[in-house]
């Protein structure tokens, strides 16, 4: 129960606990490095260092000064808390300020809220922070697991930690419908530390692999949530379609005539990867018969679907790019889809899933089902993100977020020949919001699939996903 007449009255109880705990903050952070460690491992893991970064319940400032921003600003509600900060890292600016109210200028890439427990109107602070946000702002929430608030009790009691009253326990999803309310939409939700004190082997153990596994990881203390602001639809964006091909002469045409228009203007690129059966020639014969449509053709290096794709994608200029196969087993009339659920801020990696609708009987093979379905899994665990259909070809990303997918290559331990799982988990380690658009997928009426050696192909993908599980999930 809360044993105040009013709101203000709890905001000023907060504001004196602040002030009295200020000057043993330092110190109880001092005498536990392995809690703190392991936060910080995970807010760098999300926060890269040179960012904007405005940290709103900033303490004496030890999170903002770790996380080395570009440019940090810290707000808490204690003047002491500032008075010691702004002492210690002259570098940042610090403000005393009501978090519910922050008031500070100019957009950030991350806004990391700490201390959430003891904000009395959370939904008054994310409605504050809106002005701070742009579309590639990332809002990284810490907060405490609701199952161990008699556990918390207990170490204050026993003087295990600074007795802080907290005041809030949230649930997941109550932190996902805060933000809901305040038209924020929920990216991820990182779960850590499984026990806050260090036991020499046995915290290794615990932290970097059974904190993660399912069961164990609902009784994690600490919680990260990271969001993101919904933005109002873009309009009449431009946009590429990269079409990577291979011996598909048949389907030129057919692909040149059944695209749609879509935004303000469309681009269309095949990647014509050494193909022996006149592929190009039939793009060129389409460039001359429809001038109206932007057509351009690119050759690809020969070396492999993936190789052909990041060509494509490096030759577009369109705000959004989009891939759509060749082989058209895919097809075109709904790449609409696709430009809507971006446009409007659905998501910002929006991926095919061609497993929802009934397939034609020779679309796809058994085997290749039983794999996509296996990887399905696999990925929808170590990413925390359903995802249905890891090997669709018809994908569609920001070109900026593109970018900062394309520093990723080469990261995942081998070389991924078809794309899907670098351009996957590049969005992943991006904390870009990704869902899964259903597609229907039909027999191609020409040339033949360059899907061959399955089981090869199959063990170079679980080999990635196995670099990807440590990196992402256990990093």
Partial sequence: MINYTSLDDLRKAIRDKKDAIAAKRDQRIKSNPYYYGRLLNSLKYIVPPGAKVLNIGCGTGYILNRLQPGLGIGVEASAAHIEIAGKNYPDYQFFDQELENIQVEGIFDYIVICDIEDIVDVKSLLDSIRKNCG???????????????????????????????????????????????????LVNTKMLILFPYYIPLVSW???????????????????????????????????????????????????????????????????????TDGT?????????????????LVDGPGICKADNVWTGFDNASGDIMLILDADLTVIPEELPYFYEAIAKG????????????????????????????????????????????????????WREDFENIKKLRGAWGIKDRWGDYEMIFGAAKNHLKIIDLPVHYMERTYGETKMTNRMKNGWIMLRMCMVSLLKIKFH
């Avoid at 556990?151 to 997941?172: D, T």
């Avoid at 681009?267 to 014509?272: A, M, S």
Wanted: hydrophobic share 40%; with cysteine.
């Fill in 135 to 185: 579309r590639h702002t990332r809002i990284v929430i810490s907060y405490y697991n609701y199952l161990w608030q008699p556990l918390v009790g207990l170490a204050e009691k026993m003087h295990l930690r600074i007795r802080q009253k907290v005041h809030n326990w949230f649930a997941p999803s109550d932190m996902e419908n805060l933000l809901v309310h305040s038209d924020y939409d």
């Fill in 205 to 275: 153990f615990l932290e970097r692999f059974l904190a993660r596994l399912p069961f164990f990881r609902i009784f994690s203390m600490s919680r990260l949530a990271v969001a993101r602001m919904n933005m109002p639809e873009h309009k009449d964006l431009s946009v590429s379609i990269v079409i990577p091909c291979r011996n598909e002469a048949g389907n030129i045409q057919n692909a040149v005539e059944r695209i749609p228009r879509l935004g303000g203007h469309t681009e269309i690129i095949f990647c014509d990867d050494k193909s």
């Fill in 280 to 296: 190009a020639d039939n793009v060129r014969e389409m460039m001359r018969k429809y001038p109206e449509k932007d057509i351009k």
């Fill in 346 to 397: 659905r998501g910002e990696f929006i991926n095919g899933s061609r497993l929802v609708y009934p397939m034609h009987e020779e679309a796809m093979r058994i085997l290749n089902i039983a794999g996509n379905k296996f990887f399905s899994i696999l990925f929808s665990y170590i990413l925390d993100n359903p995802v249905k259909d890891t090997l669709c070809g018809t994908k569609v990303v």
